[in-house]
Each structure stands twice: as structure tokens, then as C-alpha cells.
């Protein structure tokens, strides 16, 4: 399989946790890379130094447009901007649909119009829903958010993208991906990260419901090299791939993981349930087998990792979301 690529390439959401660490993928493939951000939810500091750097909305159309007309042409683009907090869109869903599937079509616009090679889309196994394990591809989408929702749209306007213009795309569904420079200041998603900034701030990890809520957590390592690699390996074009960790763990389970890992005990508190998918784990053969993935990192290590990264920065203020659209049944702790 190609090992690198002089390609000239536009990577979203750069500034962000999955976006930065593909943007350095990325650079050591030997990709040019141009990335962008509107640093709504990441920070400046985690874009690669070797980057051109430009700030801009995506939902701005004409933004959209200046990146092709200034720095482009693009053989690759890495569409990782999104705002990914599932259970919090259906309280933002205007929100949800114009940063997650109207900017996405505008990005899409472009790409079809300058003949991009290929259109990589990081898409979630929020489009599965519920009541399908293990998720495979094999299986029919039925998202039950307006996250899921929006990222199975852009999927679906890829195929007709291909079918009418002849646009090779690869879609990507992640899930439960943690990490170095993860925002452990947001409260509405990562469950890794806030549990993580709770314990610097000396406070109980809050957990919805019973806490036996199943998910398989992936290490960041485990899905950026994949992404960033992906437009290299033909085989992958114009198909759709579960990405990364196979073991599911509980809730509970993962506090006590992230307590041993900070040496603090385990305290737990217990909040309302909140309406979301009880168990969510996936089949990761085709990427396997498409790849040559190696095994992915087991989460003892992985959160050991991000654990010692985490402890060396000062706890973060929670972030408030300013703008809720829907307060009826909101969760505790997100007002």
C-alpha cells in the first residue's frame, strides 16, 4: 500500500481533537496540508506548527469558497469539523443541522466543482441508532438524534455526489474516541475527558442513570492514522468503514479505570437518566481487512496516556452552551 503522498490537502475542524492529530498524520505521509477552524471548540495550539493555518466558519459559504479560491486546489479533503455532542442536539437542533450538514454541503459544493480526488468524511455510529450489535456497515442506518441524523445525510449526499459528478468519497464512523488534546471542558460530550476534569477539580464523576451503559473506547491513535492514510489505499474509495476500538466496557467501569489511573478512589454520582443509546459497539472487520489495521490500543493504556497528558494541565471551567434551543427535558448538569 502507498506510504505518502505529496498531495496539496484541506483538513476541517484542524484545530480540534481528531482534526489536529490527522492534520500531523497528514504531514508525515508528506501531505501539504492547509487546515481550518473556527476554534469554537478547539484551540490554535493543536494545529501542526508545519500547516497553513486560515480561521473561518464553514457555514459561511463565502469562507468555503475563499479556502479553494486562495489556497487550493485540493486533491484530498479531510472533513472533520462538526460539533459532535449527540445527546445535546436535540436541544440544538438548528444548530446540529447547520454546522453538521449545511456546512458539510458547502464544503461538498467545492470539492465537486474543483474535481476533488477524494472527499474523506469522518460520519459516527450515532447514525446506527439502537437495538443493532455489534453496528456493522452491512446494516441499515436509522439514527435516533439529530447528530446521527445529520451525519447520515452528508453520507447519503456523497453517494449522490458520486453517482451524478463522479466525486470519490470515504466515510468514516468513529465512536468514543479519547485522547491527548481532547476538550475536557466540554460537559456535554467525551465522557473520558470529563470524568478526567472532574477528579482535577476534586469532584464526584457524574454519570447518567445506572452507569451500565456499554461503549467501546478508542484511542485516538487507534482512528487518525487510518483517516489520514485512507485516500492512499484505492480499495477504500467510495466505501463506508467502522473505526475503532472492539471492547466494550461500562460506565462504571471506565470511572474506575480513569479513578486508578489519577490514584484516587472511585466516587461516583449518580444523575437522571438521559435518553440515549443503552449499547453501542461495533464490527471493525472491513477496516481490518482493508488496512491492515494493527489491534487497537487496549483502554487501561490508552487512558494511562491521556491521564499523565491531563495531569499536566490546570483544570478546565466547564464550558456552558449559550445558545439552547430546547429546555423541555433538558438533562440535569446541562442547563
Known sequence: MPTESSARVLVTGAAGFIGSHVADQCLALGMSVVATDDLSGGFRENVPTAATWVQ????????????WEIHGPFEFVFHLGAYAAE???????????????????????????????????????????KGQLPMSESMTPTPEDPYGISKYAVELDLKAAHEIFGL?????????????????ADKYRNVIGIFMNQLLQGEPMTVFGDGLQTRAFSHIDDVAPMIARSPLVPA????????????????????????????????????????????????????????????????RTG?????????????????????????????????
Not at 470511572?255 to 435518553?275: C, D, M, T
Request: with cysteine; glycine share 4%; net charge positive.
Open 236 to 299: 477504500a474509495y467510495n466505501e463506508t468503514f467502522n473505526i475503532g476500538a472492539d471492547s466494550p466496557y461500562t460506565i462504571l467501569q471506565l470511572a474506575e479505570e480513569i479513578a486508578a489511573a489519577f490514584g484516587q478512589p472511585v466516587n461516583v454520582k449518580h444523575l437522571p437518566a438521559r435518553n440515549e443509546v443503552v449499547h453501542a459497539f461495533c464490527d471493525h472487520s472491513k477496516a481490518h481487512r482493508v488496512f491492515n489495521a494493527p489491534p487497537s490500543m487496549d483502554v
Open 303 to 335: 487512558i494511562q496516556r491521556m491521564a499523565t497528558w491531563v495531569k499536566s494541565r490546570c483544570p478546565a471551567t466547564p464550558v456552558r452552551f449559550t445558545d439552547i434551543e430546547i429546555r423541555d427535558k433538558l438533562p440535569a448538569g446541562w442547563e
Open 56 to 67: 473561518g466558519d464553514l457555514k459561511d459559504r463565502g469562507f468555503v469558497q475563499s479556502l
Open 168 to 184: 470519490n468519497s470515504i466515510v468514516f464512523r468513529p465512536h468514543n474516541v479519547y485522547g491527548e488534546r481532547q476538550n475536557i
Open 87 to 129: 445527546g445535546l442536539s436535540h436541544f440544538i437542533r438548528a444548530f446540529n443541522y447547520q454546522t453538521n450538514l449545511v456546512a458539510s454541503a458547502y464544503l461538498i459544493n467545492e470539492a465537486i466543482k474543483a474535481r476533488c480526488r477524494c472527499f474523506v468524511f469522518t460520519s459516527s455510529i450515532a447514525v446506527y441508532g
